[in-house]
């Protein structure tokens, strides 16, 4: 089994920055993507950003290309979201997920971490 804790979330003001990290723990090895994803209350969960394994391939939604940085920390197998301009529109709870290979679902999930823009 994987275990996901996320952490970095907070208070933050519009143009603001918060970096938001994924710990993965347990059968870290079956894990082929990770991937950040937020919701917001009566809206589906949308994707975020998503990298692979290793953090050689990442990969961005519109609405955050250009102001969010996905990476990753092979030695503490730690997933990072660096969040830079943020806007209000940002606020939502961010959860990272892990993608075993060929899978197509998301089959680990963590608790969620709050991130809340003030304007």
């Known amino acids: 089994q994987v275990q996901l804790v996320e952490s970095g979330g907070g208070l933050v003001q519009a143009g603001g920055s918060l970096r938001l990290s994924c710990a993965a723990s347990?059968?870290?090895?079956?894990?082929?993507?990770v991937g950040w994803f937020r919701q917001t209350p009566g809206k589906e969960r949308e994707f975020v950003a998503s990298t692979n394994w290793i953090g050689t391939r990442t990969s961005y939604a519109d609405s955050v290309k250009g102001r969010f940085t996905i990476s990753k920390d092979n030695a503490k197998n730690t997933v990072y979201l660096q969040m830079n301009s943020l806007k209000s529109e940002d606020t939502a709870v961010y959860y990272c997920?892990?993608?075993?290979?060929?899978?197509?679902?998301?089959?680990?999930w963590g608790q969620g971490t709050q991130v809340t823009v003030s304007s």
């Open positions: 347990g059968r870290t090895l079956s894990i082929y993507t």
């Open positions: 997920a892990g993608q075993r290979y060929r899978i197509e679902t998301y089959d680990y």
